[in-house]
């Protein structure tokens, strides 16, 4: 049962994350980024990482693709290949990007498990690494600083945003 | 496992056909409130005190013509109200509507669900309940679905947030996301009575959520005609409407779990108790229609943002103020 979704999720996945990027038509591709990261969430849920998948849908899912949707409905899009020109030079550099990434997702997924071994893996410890409460408890006491540092940084990013968007006296 | 699966599903459907019915008679209840507010006699035509007027109007629904527009993103147009339906029913899955009983030597909880994380989970639902909205008013190709579609992508954003923050006090106090806790929590006194500002909040925003009077912007009758649903017709317009009133009882149903008890009350067994103030709530959405006018769009957006958000924001610290006091 657990593989049967992980496969159908997996495939979920790969498949609308493809199809984000082939759209001509930008509220398509968005349509397929929620699909995107709703079959990410459903990997979350059966690594028993309820509040990780929960966390997913309402942040990325909701709130963030609504904005992008938000965006290409304001600006009325109807076709991007009228407004993106991408050269010779783009595309090998997206290519280039897409390899490095790559090669990174399957050393961390080959040479990380025999180097660690597997019982060191995150999800291998225990189910329980994504609940509210072991989540809240990690983010909260071990990592606090590192939380602090980041919600400065956030706060840095809303107050350049507000000046941006203030008009000139 | 097959057992379980087999408890599961008859629940389920139980749970629907039950909110399919509600939402039914709370279109006539609606009309015969607000008639009744207007100094009007309302529907009473069909059937005794035209109690089958929701079985005509959905007859009538059914059997009109179905239009799609020629210029609308037909894919997308037909997939928004099922969006916009499966958002509204789906989050009843966690919602516990009573105690254990025992059915033929077993016991069932009732609710279909309890999850561990079941409020955040009411939340990722509700927060993709704004896409049928959006994808609806987008794929219809017209401007009037396209101003409401982009009034509810931002009102809908706006307003989620005061929701959640609203509702990080009852968590506080109930130290667990799932509801069956929350309600648990509150065998001795309401979180209503707990957490006076946050309940406030929660139902002011949930107005905002359901699109309801005094901000149902995303439709302004008499500024964008029907607003996002404007080019629907016939059953997939009837879809939107069973969201629409859906989620108005789902709302109803999370703030009597979150805030007033849930299930809990003397003398009458707990399903009767949920759904006397789930009903309760119902009325009280339909009376501020009747009563209150709209807000302007600018409001709706500065009141979120400069009242609401603060508001909610401090209820969270006092709250946390309280308790590490009272610890």
């Given at each position: 049962m657990t593989t049967l979704l992980f496969v159908l999720g997996s495939i979920a996945a790969i498949v609308s994350a493809l199809s984000v990027v082939t759209r001509r038509n930008p509220v398509h591709s968005a349509l397929s980024l929620i699909v995107c990261l709703l079959s990410v969430a459903l990997l979350f849920l059966l690594l028993g990482a309820q509040f990780v998948a929960a966390i997913q849908v309402i942040v990325y899912a909701g709130a963030i693709v609504v904005l992008f949707l938000f965006v290409v409905m304001l600006l009325n899009v109807k076709d991007e290949s009228a407004v993106f020109h991408s050269g010779i030079a783009q595309k090998l550099a997206a290519l280039a990007l897409v390899f490095v990434i790559l090669v990174q997702v399957v050393l961390v997924a080959v040479a990380g498990a025999t180097w660690l071994g597997k019982e060191q893996w995150l999800a291998a410890t225990g189910l329980s690494f994504g609940t509210v409460q072991s989540v809240g408890r990690e983010l909260f006491a071990r990592y606090l600083f590192q939380f602090e540092v980041v919600s400065v940084l956030l706060l840095v990013a809303i107050v350049g945003a507000v000046t941006l968007v203030k008009k000139k006296q | 496992m097959l057992e379980l699966v087999l408890i599961a599903l008859v629940k389920s459907v139980v749970v629907l056909v039950a909110l399919l019915l509600m939402v039914a008679y709370l279109t006539l209840m609606e009309r015969v409130v607000i008639a009744r507010i207007q100094v009007r006699v309302g529907p009473n035509r069909v059937g005794p005190f035209g109690l089958l007027q929701p079985i005509a109007d959905g007859i009538k629904l059914l059997l009109k013509e179905d239009v799609i527009p020629a210029q609308a993103d037909k894919y997308l147009y037909v997939l928004a109200p099922a969006l916009s339906f499966g958002a509204a029913f789906a989050t009843f899955a966690v919602i516990p509507f009573g105690d254990t009983v025992v059915l033929w030597g077993r016991r069932i909880s009732l609710g279909i669900a309890d999850v561990n994380v079941g409020l955040l989970y009411v939340f990722a639902i509700s927060s993709l309940g704004v896409y049928g909205i959006v994808f609806g008013a987008w794929a219809s190709n017209s401007k009037y679905p396209l101003l409401g579609g982009l009034r509810s992508a931002a009102q809908m954003v706006s307003y989620e947030l005061c929701l959640v923050f609203s509702v990080v006090g009852v968590l506080m106090l109930s130290d667990s996301t799932s509801l069956a806790d929350v309600v648990a929590g509150q065998a001795k006194v309401w979180y209503a009575v707990l957490q006076p500002v946050g309940f406030l909040v929660f139902l002011m925003a949930s107005f905002a959520e359901v699109n309801r009077l005094p901000f149902d912007l995303p439709e302004a009758e008499n500024e964008l005609v029907g607003g996002f649903h404007t080019e629907y017709s016939s059953m997939k317009f009837a879809m939107f409407f069973l969201g629409e009133y859906g989620s108005m009882i789902t709302t109803s149903a999370m703030i009597t779990t979150l805030?007033?008890?849930?299930w809990r009350g003397p003398f009458f067994p707990p399903v009767v108790w949920f759904l006397i103030k789930v009903v309760a709530f119902l009325f009280f959405f339909i009376w501020v229609r009747g009563t209150l006018p709209r807000f302007r769009y600018d409001q709706l957006m500065k009141f979120g943002w400069k009242v609401l958000l603060p508001v909610s924001i401090a209820n969270i610290l006092v709250t946390g103020l309280v308790l590490a006091w009272t610890s």
């Open positions: - | 805030y007033l008890g849930g």
